[in-house]
């Protein structure tokens, strides 16, 4: 039995979900049904307070509340079921109190650190943050209140989570992802990606474009799809079943030896002939190159007006592609069942790469008007078990049984983290990286049969509780309780212009006051009291005590407060 799924990617969402759910309205409406999904592929900024937005990864002065904290205190709904992975420019303090993924709102799942869901036959993998070679081989150091390096450091991919992913034996047919894997370039028109982003040309020639964690996971996962964002561009790629994106092993990466450093792939006489596709999009604008740690300039604030000053802000959009099945052969999902889920244990059976099976790799732009930000797929899953399923989130039996087996070894320091060498073997392939044995593997997955899914799949709980004040209700999402004009003032440390006496208006405004001149909107103050840094999440615990494992990560903060 073959069941069209409708799944819509979105690139960075940077805060704009009531966008996002609009346009997503008006394609329904266009093409006459509904979508099942919506995939957000990081820069989500699930931000509720004040605390939240201290805590975000960027520079105070793109700092807004954003519409997030009407869905989280139930003011909206999400009308589309959602997932999310982080990205680098998060409100890391909520990330973490959901460390193994949950709900940041009613319909709206984060999916961890790292993590595999299922939702109507689609198995969905993803993974959040940013690869920065400094950080990778660490654990997690970060306590609260998450202040400098820390805010950024916590969106930093780690070598634990690749661990886990590289663990996964059965197939993917999505991976989710806010950094491109490194070289996907090469797989895609090359040459129409520099024309839109010039400033790219030299980590392209370098081979520095993207994440070394990236391709190794694309390299052994092999999924039908792999979708991303980051770059703030529409990008297509594929990678055939016969290509090899990433050879290098895993300590390359881990340990950050010298051959991991890529050498000049590409001269600039030879981008033209690795461009493999037609010129895309010939109207897409050009941004100005954007460093880690800064969003752009033109960070859109409140969609609504606010003392007659602001306009509602009209998005001219292209309609977002649709792709249908028909364009796009999607390969046949084997046969669901949880005997072949608890089964699986010999070493031929331990790749999980579907033969013959190509991966196509998008990533999107950020939500904004005239960009490239949306894309609708119908993908076709084969199962006969599906037919009147409903379409929610479903536990993944394997990643469980993975969580269980990796969770003694998470490394809670600045310590690098390194894979037990008495039970994580070399598989002795290319690339190379430790692995647990298939048997280790299926101990834990006989354990998640007999105690998690002995009645069938399951179904992740709606058990969302928030947790958090909020803003009162209309609040304008250009907000920043003053955040955003601290740097202008005398005091910001930064001798800019407010130092000197320039924007005086900022300077009359500021945090003490709680007055400012956001782009002619005023600012306003956060009433009450300081919200906490991090709430232990009763999702978080509820996960743990159902896999029989400790919250050892967000727990740690009690112990470090006595």
């Known amino acids: 039995m073959r069941r069209k799924i409708t799944v819509a990617i979105e690139g960075c969402c940077h805060g ?146 690749a661990f886990k992913m590289l663990q996964i034996r059965r197939p993917l047919d999505i991976v989710v992802s806010h950094d491109w894997p ?42 039908a799809w792999w979708f991303s964002a980051h770059m703030h561009s529409r990008f297509e790629a594929t990678v055939d079943a016969k290509d090899s994106i990433y050879k290098r092993s895993w300590s390359d990466i881990a340990l950050g030896s010298e051959s991991a450093q890529p050498v000049n792939l590409y001269s600039s006489s030879s981008l033209d002939a690795n461009s493999r596709r037609e010129p895309g999009n010939q109207d897409e604008i050009q941004i100005g190159s954007l460093s880690d740690d800064e969003l752009p300039a033109d960070v859109p604030g409140d969609t609504s007006k606010v003392g007659g000053k602001r306009p509602r802000l009209a998005l001219n959009l292209p309609p977002p592609k649709h792709t249908t099945s028909e364009e796009v052969p999607e390969p046949v999902l084997p046969e669901r069942s949880l005997a072949a889920d608890v089964a699986d244990s010999e070493p031929t059976l331990s790749d999980p790469r579907v033969p013959g099976r190509a991966t196509r790799f998008l990533a999107l732009d950020k ?24 379409l929610q ?10 969580l269980r087996m990796c969770h003694p070894y998470i490394p809670l320091e600045s310590a690098p983290f390194t894979p037990p060498a008495d039970k994580a073997v070399s598989l002795g392939s290319v690339p190379d990286f430790p692995a647990f044995s298939d048997q280790m593997l299926e101990t834990e997955l006989q354990w998640v049969a007999e105690n998690v899914f002995k009645h069938g799949p399951v179904y992740i709980p709606p058990n969302f509780v928030p947790m958090a004040p909020v803003p009162p209700p209309g609040t304008p999402d250009h907000v920043s309780f003053g955040l955003a004009h601290a740097q202008n003032r005398g005091n910001s440390g930064r001798g800019g212009r407010g130092a000197r006496g320039g924007h005086r208006g900022h300077q009359r405004g500021g945090h ?25 999440n009763p999702q978080t615990d509820e996960l743990c005590a159902m896999l029989g494992i400790q919250d050892r990560l967000t727990q740690r903060r009690f112990q470090d407060d006595n």
């Not at 346009?23 to 820069?43: A, H, Y």
């Not at 790219?200 to 999924?223: D, I, Y």
């Not at 002619?520 to 009450?528: E, I, L, R, S």
């Open 16 to 161: 704009m979900l009531d966008n996002i759910y609009r346009q997503l309205q008006t394609s329904e409406r266009q093409m006459g049904k509904k979508v099942d999904l919506l995939i957000i592929c990081g820069d989500f900024q699930a931000i509720r307070n004040v605390t939240d937005l201290e805590s975000m990864s960027c520079p105070d002065k793109y700092k807004q509340i954003g519409g997030f904290y009407r869905y989280y205190s139930g003011q909206q709904q999400a009308p589309i079921p959602t997932i999310f992975v982080g990205g680098n420019h998060e409100a890391g303090n909520h990330l973490r109190e959901l460390y193994y993924g949950g709900w940041v709102a009613p319909n709206i799942y984060y999916m961890g650190n790292s993590g595999v869901v299922r939702f109507g036959g689609l198995r969905i993998g993803g993974i959040s943050g940013i690869y920065k070679d400094f950080d990778f081989a660490k654990g997690y150091y970060e306590r609260p209140p998450f202040r400098g390096h820390s805010r950024s450091s916590m969106h930093h991919v780690r070598s634990y989570e």
């Open 182 to 223: 490194q070289y996907i370039e090469r797989f895609g028109d090359t040459q129409e990606l520099l024309r839109r982003k010039p400033f790219f040309t030299a980590e392209v020639e370098r081979g520095e474009l993207g994440s070394p964690v990236n391709a190794l996971l694309l390299e052994r996962l092999r999924p």
């Open 367 to 390: 939500c904004l008007p005239r960009r490239q930000f949306l894309e609708i797929i119908d993908m076709e899953v084969d199962d006969s078990n599906l037919d009147d399923a409903p």
């Open 393 to 402: 989130l479903e536990y993944d039996p394997e990643w469980l049984a993975i």
């Open 512 to 536: 003490s006051q709680g007055r400012g001149n956001y782009g002619g909107q005023a600012d306003m103050p956060w009433n009450g009291p300081r919200p906490q840094v991090i709430y232990p």
